[in-house]
């Protein structure tokens, strides 16, 4: 058995209890299917046509849990197939899956190196595995060999800064501890642990919080025994050897360095995003989408203007509840947005007011506009700014799934 499967055994992660699943969904990025369908599809999916979706590494089920429960409410059809290495991690997503009454799940123990043995998949999910991997690149090549024409990947890998202090403990615990059983490892590296100066770089790290949570969250950040991260820079360049295109990050607006200065003119994309990267210094993870190399990216979006297809999106607000931010807008307030442990200030037109209380999930943007009586031009100049902040900090998508 490799130290990888040994850990994964002992410490299903993340750490759940199947009979949570009575008291709340867990939800997140990736793999929230509007988001999926925002960033892959334009907003344009048709969700009548199946989703076949593989969770790759799916562990104790996050995920996996989420787009079931989401797509059985909208009514969307869906086939999942779940593969991970770890049996004890399977039985943890399985028994969340029974508790909520899920159809549509098929479960497998195997190497997601194996994942076309599975098919061809419209939507791949592989969050937190691929820096787990001895060789990350053999594992984004054989999931790009599982995708099917027009699909997408939702990844989740960690990111080098955000994890400052982290990867000399792992090193000095790994050097430490070889040879000793996971449970032993643990208790001694949390001993060790207790007796290491308030000034160490891991101990100074605010964003990082795993290893406060969970046994799971503490072997998993401290004791990991296959673990590395990646730059922007890494990771475009991985994608780019393995066969996908970056189709874009779950907080686009993270990555947008004029933020913090101003950015010399020409400079490329992937140099800006680095250059965000460099200067916020607190990404501990990179969370987004892939497409397959040279597919064609979709032709909605901020710069398809008042074009019908792109006035038939329908916008769906993410974690704000419409009437409370239709009001703070009215009043002039800023929305106070949390990333990577700052809180940034959206400041959003107060025209945009009674837009955002029209926002259900069911109205498109040319609803929307005809409801608020603004003639193309003022919608248009009102609405890139919604746009720009709100999808900006993943708190809108465009997805048809659940219009009716
Ligand atoms: C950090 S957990 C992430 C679990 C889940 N994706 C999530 O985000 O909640 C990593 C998972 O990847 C699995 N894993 C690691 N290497 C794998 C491989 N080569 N093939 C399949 N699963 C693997 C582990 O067993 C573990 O369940």
Request: neutral net charge.
């Amino acid at each position: 058995m490799t130290e990888v499967k040994r850990q994964y055994e002992a410490y299903p992660y993340p750490e759940r209890d199947p009979a949570d699943e009575a008291k709340r969904l867990i939800t997140g990025s990736p793999s929230d299917p509007l988001e999926m369908d925002h960033v892959i599809w334009g907003g344009m999916r048709d969700w009548t046509r199946p989703l076949r979706a593989l969770f790759a590494g799916g562990g104790t089920g996050d995920g996996m849990v989420q787009l079931a429960q989401r797509l059985t409410d909208a009514g969307a059809p869906y086939e999942i197939v779940y593969l991970d290495l770890s049996e004890a991690s399977r039985a943890v997503a399985e028994a969340r899956v029974a508790a909520r009454g899920l159809t549509g799940v098929t479960f497998h123990t195997g190497s997601l190196l194996d994942a076309a043995e599975y098919g061809t998949f419209d939507y791949i999910d592989c969050c937190g595995v691929l820096h787990h991997l001895p060789d990350p690149a053999t594992g984004f090549a054989a999931l790009r060999q599982a995708l099917a024409e027009g699909g997408g990947l939702g990844f989740m890998v960690y990111a080098p800064h955000g994890r400052s202090g982290v990867y000399p403990l792992q090193e000095a615990f790994g050097a430490l501890f070889e040879g000793l059983s996971p449970s032993q490892k643990l208790a001694q590296a949390r001993a060790v642990f207790a007796r290491l100066p308030e000034a160490h770089p891991f101990k100074r790290n605010t964003v990082v919080v795993d290893h406060q949570q969970s046994d799971a969250g503490f072997y998993d950040l401290l004791l990991h025994s296959q673990d590395r991260a990646f730059s922007v820079t890494d990771l475009v360049e991985v994608m780019g050897q393995t066969g996908w295109d970056l189709a874009g990050f779950a907080q686009p607006a993270a990555y947008d360095p004029s933020r913090y200065a101003a950015v010399p003119e020409g400079m490329d994309a992937v140099a800006r995003m680095a250059l965000a990267e460099q200067l916020a210094g607190t990404m501990k993870v990179h969370v987004g989408y892939a497409r397959a190399a040279g597919a064609s990216a979709p032709k909605t979006g901020p710069m398809g203007g008042m074009a019908k297809a792109n006035m038939a999106r329908v916008p769906h607000l993410r974690g704000v509840p419409r009437d409370k931010l239709a009001r703070a807008v009215a009043a002039g307030k800023a929305l106070p947005v949390k990333s990577g442990g700052e809180t940034i200030p959206l400041r959003l037109p107060k025209g945009a007011a009674a837009l955002l209380a029209g926002v259900d999930g069911r109205r498109d943007l040319a609803m929307l506009a005809k409801g608020a009586r603004l003639d193309p031009v003022a919608f248009g100049g009102i609405w890139a700014q919604v746009d720009r902040a709100l999808c900006g900090w993943g708190l809108m998508h465009y997805s048809n799934l659940g219009r009716r």
